[in-house]
Structure formats: structure tokens, C-alpha cells
């Protein structure tokens, strides 16, 4: 099924393309600059098309341009979220996860593993939050912590793309 954007990508100037995409991966404008230098069509109208040269996009981007996205990530229940300091979807995603409503416990034991996981991996814990519940990230939190770098280097990278994703399912109409 054909998944339309509300106000297609074909419709936009480049400033106002750039600033409909520049947060689609994380504080990673790159992404939205480098689609429109390489050329919007009638295709991209299709919000699946669109994702796929994306998530194409980032996957060819290189180990070192990728760690910097995973980089931009604010950690799940971290100090940036305490201080209001989050973009507007990554407040919207925590919060629909019930991450601005931890216990004291919760809050915690979510400072532990993200120190525990950033001094191991170098880059903060990702997971696409929606639909999930605290209890639920938590215990991913804790099995992926456990990872070898490879395998938590794909597997943020994987979640980055689902949350990409899902932010553009949200501009359908």
C-alpha cells in the first residue's frame, strides 16, 4: 500500500524540504540536504520510496558519518530531557513511551545503563520508543548493553531507521 505524504516533498522549495526532513534522522540535516541535491521526483510523493532512499542514503554514508547520527541521539530519560533540551519529536516519542513519568528507581537505574552503555559503545542507547512501554525498554536497555560493538553498532543503526520511519508516517495524510 502506497503511503502518501500530506504535502508532497515535490511541492516544497529546498528551504522548506530541508525543513520538513532535517530532523527525520536525528539533528542529521545532512540526510535531507543530500536527497534534495540528488533530485526530488513523482516517486517520492510514496512515503515507503522516500525512506528507502534515506535509510539508502545513511546506510552508504559511511562508518564515521554514522556514528556521528547515532551520536546525535539524546540519551532515553537523560539529563537533556530533564532540561527540556530535546527536539520536539524526541519529546513527543519519550513521552509517548511514559519516559517523562520514571520513578525515582526508574530514573536510576535509566542514568546507570546510559552511562554503562555510552562508556562502552560511544554513542547513546537508541530504540524506537513508540508503542513501547518503560518496562519494555528497559529490559532491551539491559539485554543490548550485553552486546559486542558490532552488533550494537547494526542494531542502533536498525532503530535509527525505524524511528525515521515512523517520523514520516507522521507526516501522511
Known sequence: MQLQFAIPPTTLNEDDFISSFADIYEHSSWVAETIWAQGISDDDTDINHFAGRMRRLVDAAGQDRQMALLRAHPELAGRLAVAGGLTEM?????????????????????????????????????????????????????????????????????????????RLSQLAR
Open 90 to 166: 524526541s519529546t513527543c516519542e519519550q513521552a509517548s513511551a511514559g519516559l517523562d513519568q520514571c520513578t525515582p528507581h526508574e530514573f536510576e537505574r535509566f542514568q546507570a545503563l546510559n552511562s554503562d552503555y555510552g562508556s562502552k559503545f560511544g554513542h547513546p542507547f537508541i530504540i524506537a520508543v513508540r508503542g513501547l512501554k518503560r518496562a519494555d525498554i528497559l529490559a532491551a536497555f539491559e539485554r543490548r548493553v550485553t552486546n559486542d560493538k558490532a552488533a550494537e553498532f547494526a542494531a542502533a543503526l536498525a532503530e535509527v531507521h525505524k524511528i525515521a520511519e515512523l
